[in-house]
């Protein structure tokens, strides 16, 4: 079984910056393509970035810039640095991994960002 645990969530002020991680428990991780996703109350949950797993990115529009989402193989964890953060991009943040191998994606349990004054 593969499980996500995401961390480093918390309350920041717009502006400041956070990096989120998840940790990859199971096998075959590096071929994996892994993603981060938010959802505010009352949205839809929406991709924010993604990294497949020969380590191509992309990012939603709304992100694009300010964060950048990389992995470490080695250490089987995938992290999403935030910077300039806008009270907008206040959300439960999750963890989510597929591939072309597996029955299912799997998800996190999400960690909640704040972005408030």
């Known amino acids: 079984q593969v499980q996500l645990v995401e961390s480093g969530g918390g309350l920041v002020q717009p502006g400041e910056s956070l990096r989120l991680s998840c940790a990859f428990s199971?096998?075959?991780?590096?071929?994996?393509?892994m993603a981060w996703y938010r959802q505010a109350p009352g949205n839809q949950r929406d991709l924010v970035a993604k990294i497949t797993s020969s380590g191509s990115t992309n990012y939603a529009d709304s992100v694009n810039g300010r964060f950048t989402i990389s992995r470490d193989n080695a250490k089987k964890m995938v992290f999403l640095q935030m910077n300039s953060l806008k009270p907008e991009d206040t959300a439960v943040y999750y963890c989510?991994?597929?591939?072309?191998?597996?029955?299912?994606?799997?998800w996190g349990q999400g960690t909640q960002v704040t972005v408030s004054s």
């Open positions: 989510k991994g597929d591939s072309n191998f597996a029955s299912r994606d799997f």
């Open positions: 199971g096998s075959r991780f590096s071929f994996y393509n």
